[in-house]
């Protein structure tokens, strides 16, 4: 009893409008970071179809492995049947999620039809499958002390149905009576551990995509789909000049259908980018004049989402004020923000200890992708990114920032990047944008470039236009100290993001070789593969130096590095060029560092399985548990990753540069905003040293 105890959480508000979705999020993260294999829950949702947000928010954000119909029990339709018959429905849905799992997260109904027969329920829920509670309390539109008063209330009315509580958030608290709170919570949960959330206006404001679906809004042009926020309604009904002076960034703009006017001056003045860039313009009374449409449909370019609705300006404005605000998958910056938000104010390591969580000896995607970052975060370094203008390079930095895991360098025009962001919704908190074409370091950085590359024939007027690229600039930057590490590719080869660190950055001293490696996250275990990237026919010499760094990468990231020379042959078993070059690297790696495991040449099937290695390598201590696999080739180690990573379903974090003197690190051109986001933590703890 007590390990199944030990496995659940539930996640409990007694009243609506908390904004639990919120410390779910912070709990499932902070838990799969220290336990492991995640699942989650939703005992009740309002309906199998649409699917519940909360479940769609935590099984796309953390990638779990459960699908949706796994991942709820009951609809709000199957609430008339007897209690015991809804419980058992729970715990045979909770059974499935944890026979998978090492903790399972439950999130407790929404309380919209019968709140108090809904409390009764949860409560039996959290009983019933022994899982200590975190009590939500809502802290909107009341005073510290009315806050204080629902947590007495709250605390008590679980603890006379039986639950065990684990601690209590009170969340959107006005951050006027923070302190008021935070003082007197303890004394009023009766001592439990608490948190106290200020409420945070981004996490409130409806995005353009569900103001269109809440109006059953026609979508005119462009895409209500992105993730735009709305921080005020403007309606659009005086003349063109004056209103242009009152629009603010994220305005929702409502016009009546036939204002051309104003539906072409708000969108030439967003794509000028020398106004405010609106999240939307909503055009009301139900007959679009044709020439707006078309007006609209050919500057869709400008990114402005543009909905026409049947009502009137005035519903339509009462309308949008009524639009729930809900986190969403895709909705990064607003992730971004909670998870921020519930890292500063929940003490996750007093909880993982309520809970008895126990770290388990293996490490998920997601445990080592979360220890990245914190790791990152703990001793934060300033990247630099070259790519300033790419919409990817944008999002993932708002999110590092957003979490607090880097300083960050954006490299471009100020007033295109500035637009970008502000048409995406991204607010870079304390970004910093230089451009290289007009930065009066540009001189002083050709200067020593041109000193570097003199006995290669470069002279200033060279180096002068070479600095008034991002890639070559940023890396000076990173040379010269001004930045920690570099991070390029999402637009750039992969030749010209490592070339200028070739030239300027250099070997790191006693390496001779700059080679990469991926960091390969398994189901249950991360290991290192190198060299997949960079040098495609090692001689013997180079492929102990790339054994080495690949060693030295494990190390770095909390991989105890156990090293496999791989071949076609194990051990003495075969002969000829390729296995005696990597027979002869085996040695090499044995003498420069006698006391790295190292096995070689050894097959991949022996270096992984411990059945195969006691036949083949029986006294080894590498085979069957090799953590880092170096290839022969770079034609063997690229189809290799790529085929763990697209047949065996692996997480494939990198290439990593390993060798250089300072951290530059390159991405696929097709990198996602998670795949930027991981490395720049990857550069960040590489630049820690």
């Not at 928010?57 to 809804?86: E, G, K, N």
């Not at 104010?345 to 445990?367: F, K, N, Q, S, W």
Request: charged content about 20%; overall charge negative; some cysteine.
């Amino acid at each position: 009893m007590q390990k199944r105890r030990a496995r659940t959480v539930s996640v409990v508000a007694l009243e609506p409008g908390t904004g639990k979705s919120t410390v779910v999020l912070g709990v499932v993260d902070a838990l799969a970071r220290r336990a492991g294999r995640t699942a989650f829950l939703r005992p009740v949702v309002a309906s199998a179809d649409p699917p519940d947000p909360d479940i769609e928010l935590i099984r796309h954000h953390f990638r779990l492995p459960q699908d949706y119909a796994a991942s709820y029990a009951l609809t709000a339709a199957d609430l008339h049947s007897p209690r015991d018959v809804l419980l058992s429905r729970v715990m045979q849905a909770w059974a499935v999620l944890a026979e998978e799992a090492d903790v399972v997260v439950v999130e407790g109904s929404d309380l919209t039809d019968s709140p108090a027969s809904e409390v009764d329920l949860n409560a039996s829920i959290a009983v019933h499958l022994e899982a200590p509670v975190v009590l939500v309390v809502g802290g909107r539109d009341r005073t510290g002390a009315q806050v204080l008063d629902a947590v007495r209330r709250d605390v008590a009315a679980l603890t006379e149905r039986g639950c065990d509580l684990l601690g209590v958030t009170c969340n959107r608290v006005d951050p006027a009576h923070v302190d008021t709170v935070r003082a007197g919570l303890s004394a009023a949960s009766g001592g439990l551990p608490g948190g106290v959330l200020p409420e945070l206006a981004l996490l409130a404001a409806p995005t353009v995509a569900e103001v269109a679906d809440a109006l059953d809004a026609e979508r005119v042009a462009g895409d209500p789909g992105a993730a735009r926020e709305i921080e005020r309604v403007v309606v659009g009904a005086m003349g063109l000049p004056h209103f242009l002076d009152r629009i603010r960034d994220a305005d929702l703009v409502i016009t009546p259908g036939d204002r051309a006017d104003l539906v072409a001056g708000t969108l030439a003045a967003h794509l000028s980018g020398a106004y405010p860039a609106i999240a939307g313009l909503v055009l009301t009374g139900g007959s679009v004049d044709p020439a707006v449409r078309r007006l609209a449909q050919g500057l869709g370019a400008a990114g402005v989402p543009v909905l026409a609705v049947a009502e009137d300006t005035y519903d339509t404005v009462s309308a949008v004020g009524r639009v729930r605000a809900a986190l969403r998958p895709g909705g990064e910056r607003k992730i971004a923000a909670a998870l921020r938000l519930v890292d500063a104010a929940i003490d996750h390591d007093a909880l993982a200890v309520g809970l008895a969580v126990v770290r388990p000896t293996r490490t998920t995607p997601l445990m080592f992708e979360q220890e990245l970052l914190d790791r990152a975060r703990a001793d934060r370094r300033h990247i630099v990114l070259p790519e300033g203008e790419d919409d990817r390079v944008l999002a993932a930095a708002d999110q590092l920032l957003q979490r607090g895991v880097v300083d960050l360098t954006l490299l471009g025009p100020e007033a295109g990047i500035r637009a970008r962001a502000s048409a995406a919704g991204l607010a870079l908190p304390g970004v910093r944008i230089v451009d290289p074409a007009t930065s009066p370091w540009r001189a002083d950085f050709a200067q020593t470039y041109a000193e570097l590359r003199r006995h290669r024939g470069v002279g200033l007027p060279m180096a002068l236009d070479l600095m008034a690229d991002g890639t070559y600039f940023g890396t000076m930057m990173v040379h010269r100290g001004v930045a920690d590490g570099m991070v390029s590719g999402a637009t750039h080869t992969t030749a010209h993001t490592i070339r200028p660190a070739f030239e300027v950055i250099r070997t790191a001293p006693g390496v001779s070789l700059v080679s990469s490696a991926f960091l390969m996250c398994l189901p249950d275990q991360v290991v290192v593969y190198a060299d997949c990237a960079v040098v495609p026919n090692p001689d013997a010499a180079q492929l102990a130096e790339i054994a080495l760094s690949a060693a030295d990468t494990a190390a770095m990231f909390g991989i105890e590095p156990r090293v496999a020379m791989l071949s076609y042959s194990t051990g003495e078993s075969g002969s000829g060029a390729d296995v005696d070059l990597v027979r002869e690297a085996t040695a090499r790696v044995r003498a420069r560092r006698p006391a790295l495991p190292v096995a070689g040449p050894i097959q991949f099937d022996a270096a992984v399985d411990p059945g195969v290695a006691r036949t083949k390598l029986p006294d080894s201590d590498v085979a069957g548990r090799a953590t880092v696999f170096v290839f022969p080739d770079l034609n063997t180690g690229n189809n290799t990753y790529k085929a763990v990573q697209r047949a065996g379903g692996a997480v494939a974090v990198g290439p990593v540069l390993q060798g250089l003197a300072k951290p530059v690190n390159d991405l696929s051109r097709g990198a996602t905003v998670h795949d930027i986001v991981t490395t720049v933590a990857i550069t960040a703890i590489q630049a820690q040293g």
